[in-house]
């Protein structure tokens, strides 16, 4: 699969963010607010296989019910929570 997230430590800042998303690409959106070093690439993860991320991600991301280009979340695994878009699925 292929994704893209925004990795927001600070649980106060979500809406915030997802009214950013609602007016503003992911990719701009996650270089501005992810605190993860994805960020830079505007949130992509790059291609990856069911296993690779904490089990909370592959949920969504290999869901076949996750609609492609659609921004879900947010999601809460360890590192905090996540806006994810899935670009392509692939390995389930």
Do not use: W
Request: charged share 25%.
């Amino acid at each position: 699969a292929t994704a893209r997230h925004i990795l927001v430590k600070n649980p106060d800042d979500i809406e915030k963010i997802r009214g950013e998303l609602a007016k503003d690409s992911f990719a701009k959106v996650a270089q501005q607010f992810s605190t993860c070093p994805s960020a830079s690439q505007g949130g992509s993860l790059g291609s990856f296989y069911p296993g690779t991320m904490v089990k909370e991600f592959d949920a969504v991301i290999f869901d076949p019910e996750t609609k492609l280009g659609e921004v879900v979340g947010p999601v809460q695994t360890q590192f905090g929570n996540h806006f994810i878009v899935v670009d392509k699925r692939s390995g389930v």
